[in-house]
Antibody
Framework: QVQLQESGPGLVKPSETLSLTCTVS????????WSWIRQPPRKGLEWIGY???????NYNPSLKSRVTISLDTSKSQFSLRLTHVTAADTAVYYC????????????????WGQGILVTVSS | DIQMTQSPSSLSASVGDRVTITCRAS??????LNWYQQKPGKAPKLLIYVASSLQSGVPSRFSGSGSGTDFTLTISSLQPEDFATYYC?????????FGGGTMVEI
């Protein structure tokens, strides 16, 4: 059974860095891509980016200058860093597994963490 | 970026109703379209991938169709546990983008 679990601080001050970790169990990080997606309160979903099992990454251009997603296969974890946060970054942050592109599938998020609410406030 | 537009944004239905939700892409995305269900306080759940493939464990009353720019999610007979918000997502190109959601209410 594949499970993902987000962890990290629930409160971050404006201008500081948001750091979250997703711990994966029941699956190897050496396949698939691993993604972060966020959802502001009472709003829709926004894709932040993903890291390939090779370690390379792909980010949403709207956040690219502030985002880093990295992989630690030895700990079965991947992480999100978002710098210079503002109130607009307040959201529930989800980690998710993306299925690789093939003839029968492409980048659907088949497993998700439960989500973690991060509030940006002084 | 590819814009995804869902309609309606909300709908009211009864148990047993047939429900149809549409999603339109701002450009052709072939069949690279996925559907998710989200209940309050929960993570989204994958229902349909590549437009019409049913995710393992999802009831067969859910179906998807479409290609190019126009897609449909159909619930053939609405059940009490289906009251939720539904999102489409294109995976044709990055940035991956989601529709604004359709809330299905009683």
């Amino acid at each position: 059974q594949v499970q993902l679990q987000e962890s990290g601080p629930g409160l971050v001050k404006p201008s500081e860095t948001l750091s979250l970790t997703c711990t994966v169990s029941g699956a190897s990080l050496s396949t698939h891509s691993w993604s972060w997606i966020r959802q502001p309160p009472r709003k829709g979903l926004e894709w932040i980016g993903y890291v390939y099992y090779s370690g390379s990454s792909n980010y949403n251009p709207s956040l690219k200058s502030r985002v880093t997603i990295s992989l630690d296969t030895s700990k079965s974890q991947f992480s999100l860093r978002l710098t210079h946060v503002t109130a607009a970054d307040t959201a529930v942050y989800y980690c998710a597994r993306l299925v690789p592109c093939s003839s029968t599938s492409c980048r659907q998020a088949d497993y998700w963490g439960q989500g973690i609410l991060v509030t940006v406030s002084s | 970026d590819i814009q995804m537009t869902q309609s309606p944004s909300s709908l009211s239905a009864s148990v047993g109703d047939r429900v149809t939700i549409t999603c339109r892409a701002s450009q052709s995305i072939s069949t690279y379209l996925n559907w998710y269900q989200q209940k309050p306080g929960k993570a989204p759940k994958l229902l349909i991938y590549v437009a019409s493939s049913l995710q393992s464990g999802v009831p067969s009353r859910f179906s998807g169709s479409g290609s190019g720019t126009d897609f449909t999610l159909t619930i053939s007979s609405l059940q009490p546990e289906d009251f939720a918000t539904y999102y489409c997502q294109q995976s044709y190109d990055t940035p991956l983008t989601f529709g604004g959601g359709t809330m299905v209410e009683i």
